[in-house]
């Protein structure tokens, strides 16, 4: 086998994926005969910036930037305070892991996923909830088939129950090497519900463990109706007091049509402490109007997000950030589980307002020089540029679509250069107030 070339280059000033790395490793035979993995998730690798998942991917990066003659790359302030929290005896126990062996481990993780190390950070965050409740609907089209692939048959379509199914696995997968304190998944109509605790165990022990129990519970073909507003009101009211993140994965409308959803959204802005108390739409359709709801809800309420599959939200970011920002699969699967706790970065990558440099440092988990950061701005405003304004349903241009498509950043760089977080800056204040006035 030959030789790996270097994982990053420097082209036009700006450090990225090398072409001919990727070129290698998509060659690449998969473990058992199984096809290659590609070297990248991110939609257009070669305009990103690049992802550096761990500390070999980290030492890669400063290699090349030696060899380009460029200074030393240094860590974020996010990913800095995250391996200080690592080095924690008691965080490292909670983890399943010992300080020696959760730096490696979960930077192994990943790089599996293509998780940007930054990103860490937020994950930390999990351990402050008392309970991370997954609600599944098993309503009977959940039977339906999606447009997504199935990851074990690459060939084949599929359903709704197990695109839910995989996705909550991946989820927990990630949560396995970060502290948590309790996993639980319940669904809309059967009573079953399935209490995961970590007990002292590593993270393999238990996702051996975690995935035979979620199997046995998919392993029985969904069938009922969708009382989603009935089971999010039990849920709250069970949760009353506590702190709790909590994900719907769903595929259509509530029972009780218009009127459910208009309930799940006053449910939503009325619930006590949002802030310790986020909420999760994960739509598993290929009938965008049967989720509309979702992202009303996600609209309206606050500390509440709405994810589609990776590739639908892949699409969306690249359109909304541009092709400078690499969203990977494992940047999307992170946001699926703590970007409803994260308003001012993770969920307002649709807002069509760019990150400030030090958001886009402590996301990616590098420091940026400024020809990086300027190449993801000028990126982002060439995307807004080409961004096409929506229709109402009377055929009128949106207003708010307008807004975002017609806000002049470029005259505010400095200040995007300059300030910890967009909101702070004068011009992302004025817009918001525009867009809900």
């Not at 709704?160 to 809309?188: D, G, H, S, T």
């Not at 165990?201 to 979620?214: E, G, V």
């Not at 509309?292 to 699409?315: G, H, I, N, T, V």
């Amino acid at each position: 086998m030959a030789d790996a070339p270097k994982k990053y280059v420097k082209i036009n000033g700006v450090m990225k994926l090398n072409p001919e790395y990727k070129t290698w490793k998509d060659a690449q035979s998969g473990a058992g005969g199984a096809p290659p993995a590609p070297a990248t998730t991110v939609v257009n690798s070669a305009q990103a910036l690049p992802i550096v998942t761990n500390m070999d991917d980290y030492e890669q990066l400063n290699d090349s930037a030696q060899a380009a003659g460029d200074p030393e790359i240094p860590l974020s302030e996010s990913t800095n305070a995250t391996i200080g929290m690592m080095q924690e005896p008691e965080i490292c126990v909670d983890a399943g892991m010992t300080p020696d062996t959760m730096v490696d481990e979960l930077g192994a993780i990943l790089n599996k996923y293509e998780v940007p190390m930054g990103l860490m950070n937020k994950l930390m965050m999990i351990s402050e909830f008392d309970a991370l409740e997954f609600i599944v609907d098993d309503s009977g089209s959940m039977t339906l088939q999606t447009d997504s692939v199935d990851p074990k048959n690459p060939g084949r379509k599929q359903t709704r129950w197990q695109e839910a199914q995989n996705r909550l696995k991946e989820m927990v997968e990630v949560l396995a090497y970060v502290p948590f304190q309790e996993i639980v998944v319940i669904f809309l109509n059967r009573r079953d519900r399935l209490s995961l605790k970590r007990n002292g165990r590593d993270p393999k022990t238990f996702l051996a463990d975690a995935f035979q129990q979620i199997d046995r519970l998919f392993g029985q073909s969904p069938s009922g109706g969708t009382p989603a507003y009935e089971k999010l009101q039990e849920s709250m009211a069970m949760g009353a007091g506590k702190s709790v993140s909590r994900y719907f994965f769903g595929d259509g409308i509530p029972n009780g049509g218009a009127p459910a959803q208009a309930a799940i959204v006053k449910l939503l802005m009325q619930r006590p402490n949002p802030e310790q108390n986020p909420m999760t739409f994960l739509s598993c359709t290929n009938e965008d109007e049967a989720v509309e709801w979702m992202k009303d809800a996600e609209e309206m309420a606050p500390y509440c997000a709405e994810f589609d599959d990776f590739s639908d939200e892949a699409a969306e970011v690249l359109r909304d950030q541009g092709p400078a920002l690499p969203f990977s699969k494992g940047f999307w699967l992170v946001c699926t589980l703590v970007a409803a706790s994260n308003p001012d970065d993770l969920d307002a990558m649709d807002e069509s307002v760019p990150f400030t440099k030090a958001t886009l440092d402590n996301l990616l988990g590098i420091e940026h020089n400024e020809t990086s950061y300027k190449y993801y701005f000028d990126s982002f405003v060439q995307a807004q540029a080409s961004r096409v304004v929506e229709k109402d349903s009377y055929g009128r241009p949106k207003k708010t679509d307008e807004l975002k498509k017609n806000m002049n950043w470029q005259q505010h760089y400095t200040e995007f250069l300059r300030a910890p977080v967009a909101k702070q800056i004068p011009a992302v204040q004025t817009l918001k107030q525009q867009l809900v006035s």
